[in-house]
């Protein structure tokens, strides 16, 4: 059974960081695109940053140019997610996303694979 399970969400206040970990089991992801998204309270989930099966290619979303940084461990199978200088409008639910193709991609409905989510709050 293949699972995604996201770590690292947590408190903290404006200007500091976390970073998220997505441990992938049940079969290995060193072949696909990945993603983060995010949903705040009331909104909509949106894309966060993506990267391709190598890792060579990454977007972000552009309110996080910057200060967030997608990277990946395939021996570890896992994808992390560095947010620096966090803002109070980075407060959000963060999703771990996995592709069965190995290209990187900004839209939710084209990822197979979800994590359950983790709770990052920001405060001001």
């Known amino acids: 059974q293949v699972q995604l399970v996201e770590f690292g969400g947590g408190l903290t206040q404006a200007g500091g960081s976390l970073r998220l970990s997505c441990e992938a089991s049940g079969r290995s992801f060193s072949s696909n695109g990945m993603g983060w998204f995010r949903q705040a309270p009331g909104k909509e989930r949106e894309f966060v940053a993506t990267m391709n099966w190598s890792g060579v290619i990454t977007y972000y979303l552009d309110s996080v140019k910057g200060r967030f940084t997608i990277s990946r461990d395939n021996a570890k199978n896992t994808v992390y997610l560095q947010m620096n200088s966090l803002k109070p409008e980075d407060t959000a639910v963060y999703y771990c996303?996995?592709?069965?193709?190995?290209?990187?991609?900004?839209?939710?409905?084209?990822?197979?694979?979800w994590g359950q989510g983790t709770q990052v709050t920001v405060s001001s």
């Open positions: 996303a996995a592709r069965r193709l190995g290209y990187s991609s900004k839209t939710a409905h084209e990822y197979d694979y």
